[in-house]
C-alpha cells in the first residue's frame, strides 16, 4: 500500500534528501548523538547497552523508535484511507504535517528534552521516507542512504561495463539522491551547531518542504487540468504505476 505514486521530479527528490540528510545531523549534532532517520543506529545502540547491562541507557532510544514506527503506521493508515475528505493526496497531508512538527520544535524552550524533539523528527522523517519512494520511474530512500548508494553502484557498474547502458539514467538520478543527502547532512551540521540557530535549525527544513509542497501543488495542478483537456494524463495523481524492482528504499 502506498500513499503516493506518481513519480517526483529528480528536484524534488533532491530536496526531500537535503532534508532528510539535514534532519539526521540537526538530531545528532544539536540532540545529544542520536539519529532520527535511520534506526539501524539507534538499535545497534539499544543492542550494545544492552549487552554492557547499562538498561536505562538502552532504554531510553526505545522511545525514538517508537515514534518512528508511530510514523510508518501513520503514512500507511493515510494510504489506507485516502477517499475520505481531503485525503485525495494524502502528500499534502504529509507535508503540512511535517513542516508544522519542524516549526513546533524550533518554538519549543530549550528546557524541553531533547528526547521530545528527536522523537517528533522521527516521527515526521517516517512520514516522508514511507510517502516518497520514486523519482521518475527509479524508488530510492528520502531519509537513508545506503540502499540509495548501493542502487547507484550497482547501475553505474551495469552502464561502464555496457551491460546495461540504460542504467545510465539511474545512476545519474541516484548520485544526485546520494550527494543531495550528504550535502543536506553538512548544512545540518552547520546550522544546528551551538553558535548558528542551534535547536532552531529545523526552521531551514521547513522552509525546503514548503517549496517542495509548492512545486508539487502547481505539478498537481497542471497535471489535472491536461488530463482534463486530454481525457487522462499519464501520471496524473491517483493514477497506480508499477515500481520497478531494485531500489534504494530499505534500510539505512
Known amino acids: 500500500m502506498r500513499v503516493r505514486t506518481r513519480p517526483e521530479h529528480p528536484a524534488t527528490g533532491a530536496a526531500l534528501a537535503v532534508v532528510g540528510g539535514f534532519l539526521d545531523a540537526y538530531t545528532f549534532v544539536a540532540h545529544g548523538g542520536v539519529f532520527a532517520n535511520a534506526q539501524t543506529g539507534n538499535v545497534v545502540f539499544v543492542a550494545i547497552h544492552a549487552a554492557e547491562g547499562r538498561w536505562a541507557q538502552a532504554a531510553g532510544y526505545l522511545p525514538i523508535i517508537g515514534a518512528f514506527v508511530l510514523g510508518l503506521v501513520a503514512a500507511e493508515w493515510l494510504a489506507?484511507?485516502?477517499?475520505l475528505p481531503g485525503l485525495d493526496d494524502?502528500?499534502?497531508?504529509?507535508?503540512?504535517?511535517?513542516?508544522a512538527v519542524l516549526v513546533a520544535v524550533a518554538g519549543l524552550p530549550r528546557s524541553v528534552p531533547t528526547?521530545?524533539?528527536?522523537?517528533?523528527?522521527?516521527?515526521v522523517a517516517a512520514l516522508q521516507v514511507t510517502t516518497f519512494r520514486l523519482v521518475r520511474d527509479t524508488t530510492y530512500s528520502t531519509t537513508m542512504t545506503t540502499g540509495n548508494l548501493r542502487t547507484l553502484v550497482t547501475a553505474a557498474y551495469e552502464w561502464l561495463s555496457g551491460y546495461d547502458p540504460t542504467q545510465r539514467v539511474v545512476a545519474q538520478r541516484l548520485a544526485l539522491i546520494v550527494l543531495a543527502f550528504a550535502g543536506g547532512a553538512g548544512i545540518g551540521a552547520v546550522a544546528s551547531a551551538p553558535g548558528a540557530l542551534g535547536t532552531r535549525a529545523t526552521l531551514l527544513a521547513a522552509a525546503v518542504l514548503a517549496v517542495v509542497l509548492a512545486a508539487i501543488e502547481t505539478h498537481?495542478?497542471?497535471?489535472?487540468?491536461?488530463?482534463?483537456?486530454?481525457?487522462?494524463?499519464?501520471?496524473?495523481?491517483?493514477v497506480a504505476r508499477p515500481v520497478p524492482a531494485g531500489v534504494g528504499t530499505d534500510g539505512d
Open 115 to 123: 528526547l521530545a524533539t528527536t522523537m517528533a523528527v522521527a516521527f
Open 220 to 238: 498537481t495542478r497542471r497535471t489535472a487540468g491536461g488530463g482534463a483537456a486530454g481525457g487522462g494524463a499519464a501520471g496524473a495523481p491517483g
Open 80 to 83: 489506507a484511507h485516502r477517499r
Open 90 to 99: 494524502p502528500t499534502r497531508v504529509v507535508l503540512l504535517a511535517e513542516i
